[in-house]
């Protein structure tokens, strides 16, 4: 995998129905290496301020027609400036950086769990296990019934969908990971991947841990260099451990055995 | 990026112009080195810039013992600028050594190493172990970290701490010793002149302001270790200040940095004394910004029809 940095062309990069951002970008061909879980390192605005790039995950590429998409929500001056590049313009991208996803065996039964945004890189990796011929099951937990349209391309990938809405506007009312803990049993999973609020994410590996499905999960920090080097997005994954992982190299896709989580 | 601008990298341009300085001792051979804890060992970078077309590599700070560092989070981002609390993690000067010494020195890069100790014992330890033998080119003495609780900052503020370090690092290896000195004092013309008057060969200036910031929300400081170091372009004029007040008190040359993202930014520094530059928040904005910057320094030396760059250096200083 060759990491590069360049100008990233935007087709379209315009706000959702669910309140996101979508954008779509024409790149040389370097993200046909890119694995599900990995990210882009985006340089969002022109000059001292905002200074440094943003991590974002790869939500999807297209083989055929070398457009790269990604999705973001709006939380701050990087995504600001960001959602004000027009279609035409170019966006400064580094990637693909980190560590992704590992693939099942093929043909494996995979159940997915994403929660608001942390949809994102669940989208190329639900492609690429359909390639595989992996039978998949997307949990997806929103706010609100809008939020749920981001899960349209999941469907035309043929990826059964279940959702939870925190206000009840549309499927189950409450917590994904409370409608994951009724439906898992049944489902037989090989392996589950998630990406999401970190709590959501957790309690997905804790109900993992209990039926002894492996699994893994993409992690988020802030980063500076986005390669390594500057050792800033450091943490612990358990308490015990005597060294800090680096989430922009040793993740952002780490598995559940990796982590400890403190659910209090 | 230009094309015009991909012309002026071309080798023929660059030997039409002397880029190469004299950094008390060490013979550069162009102004621009990547500050220490911003570019790792080197590697990291190999697939945005030539590293061995740089001035010279300064390596991530290095401690006897290996160090994990501080508590996250570690980084945070402000106005034009950052904060860092890393907290010296290294992974040891054995596997300095052993390891990505060799991987540096294998490409042809010049190596600064920097060093830090918990005790004057420890600064020399390490000066010993640091020998023109090694290859490493110079030593940049790390006494003004503002990370860790013990040494660091401690040995930086107070002039006969200074002077001490300095002289003990000096008599322990024979390679050019190089202080960097801490930005966190009331007076830094003081600690400067003790640095010289230790037996420093050239001064590394500034390394970050210290600084926090505050989450709201939780009502908490964002860091994990509570202040951290303010670096990036919002401490440049600082930077600038600070050397322009040493180069005119000292006789040794500085390696000056603080917040430069471009050749202008640069030239800034060389202007105000500063014999060589050193580049450190801009790598991780613009991963292939030293390059650019040598680069770019050719392109105004030809514009302006200036031969030899060391002879800007202080040009704007009023002595």
Redesign the interface.
């Known amino acids: 995998m ?4 360049m100008q990233g062309m935007v087709i379209d990069n315009t706000q959702k129905k669910s309140g996101w951002y979508e954008m779509e970008l024409s790149t040389p061909s370097f993200a046909s290496d890119a694995q599900p879980g990995q990210f882009l390192h985006i ?1 969002t605005g022109d000059g ?6 943003r991590p974002f995950s790869i939500c999807d590429f297209d083989k055929d027609t070398g457009r790269l998409f990604l999705m973001y929500k709006l939380l701050g001056s990087g995504t600001e400036w960001l959602s004000n590049v027009m279609s035409g313009g170019y966006v400064d991208i ?1 990637g693909p950086l980190g560590r992704g996803f590992t693939y099942p065996a093929p043909g494996a039964r995979v159940i997915l769990v994403g929660g608001g945004i942390g949809i994102a890189p669940l989208l190329y990796l639900a492609r690429r296990l359909t390639e595989r011929k992996c039978r998949l099951l997307m949990f997806y937990g929103a706010e609100e019934r809008c939020q749920l349209s981001a899960l349209n391309k999941f469907k035309r990938l043929g990826v059964g969908t279940d959702v939870a809405t925190r206000d009840g506007s549309a499927g189950f009312t409450g917590l994904v990971t409370d409608l994951v803990q009724q439906k898992i049993a049944s489902e037989k999973a090989d392996v589950i991947y998630t990406c999401g609020p970190e709590i959501m994410m957790a309690k997905v590996a804790a109900i993992a841990a209990q039926y002894q499905i492996p699994g893994e999960l993409s992690l988020e ?16 994954l358990k308490t015990r451990d ?3 992982i680096k989430i922009c190299k040793d993740g952002p896709v780490f598995s559940f055995s990796q982590m400890e989580f403190d659910l209090n | 990026m230009s094309t015009r601008r991909k012309n002026f990298s071309e080798q023929s341009v660059l030997e039409t112009v002397d880029l190469s300085v004299n950094l008390g001792g060490l013979c550069l051979k162009n102004p621009v080195t990547v500050a220490s804890g911003t570019f790792g060992y080197g590697r990291e970078y190999e697939p945005f810039v030539d590293i061995s077309r740089l001035g010279a590599v300064i390596v991530k700070g290095t401690t006897l013992k290996p160090n994990s560092g501080n508590p996250a989070p570690r980084i945070y981002e402000t106005a034009s600028g950052m904060l860092n609390s890393i907290g010296l993690e290294n992974p040891g000067i054995e596997d300095f050594l052993n390891i990505h010494l060799p991987y540096l020195l294998e490409r042809g890069v010049s190596v600064i190493a920097n060093i830090a100790g918990n005790t004057l014992e420890e600064y020399e330890t390490l000066g010993a172990m640091i020998r023109k033998q090694s290859g490493v080119a110079a030593i940049e003495l790390n006494i003004s970290c503002p990370n860790v609780k013990k040494g660091g900052m401690h040995f930086g503020t107070d002039p006969d701490m200074v002077f001490q370090v300095v002289n003990a690092v000096k008599k322990a290896t024979d390679l050019p010793v190089i202080p960097k000195l801490s930005p966190n004092v009331s007076d830094i013309t003081i600690i400067a002149q003790a640095a010289q008057a230790g037996g420093a060969n050239a001064l590394s200036m500034i390394n970050t302001l210290m600084g926090m910031a505050i989450d709201i929300e939780k009502r908490k400081p964002v860091l994990g270790n509570i202040f951290g170091g303010l670096s990036g372009p919002a401490i440049k004029p600082v930077a600038l200040r600070m050397i322009y007040q040493v180069h005119r008190e000292i006789d040794i040359p500085i390696l000056g940095g603080g917040g430069i993202m471009s050749a202008t930014d640069a030239l800034e520094f060389i202007m105000a004394g500063s014999s060589a530059v050193s580049i450190g928040t801009g790598n991780f904005v613009q991963p292939g910004i030293s390059v650019q910057v040598i680069n770019e320094l050719a392109d105004y030396m030809i514009a302006n029809n200036i031969p030899r760059i060391s002879d800007l250096i202080g040009a704007a200083v009023r002595k």
Do not use: H, T, W
């Open positions: 060759i990491v590069s940095q340089k001292n301020y905002p200074l440094l790039r580094i920090e802030y980063m500076a260099c986005g390669v390594g080097a500057c050792l800033g997005c450091a943490r612990k005597d060294n800090f």
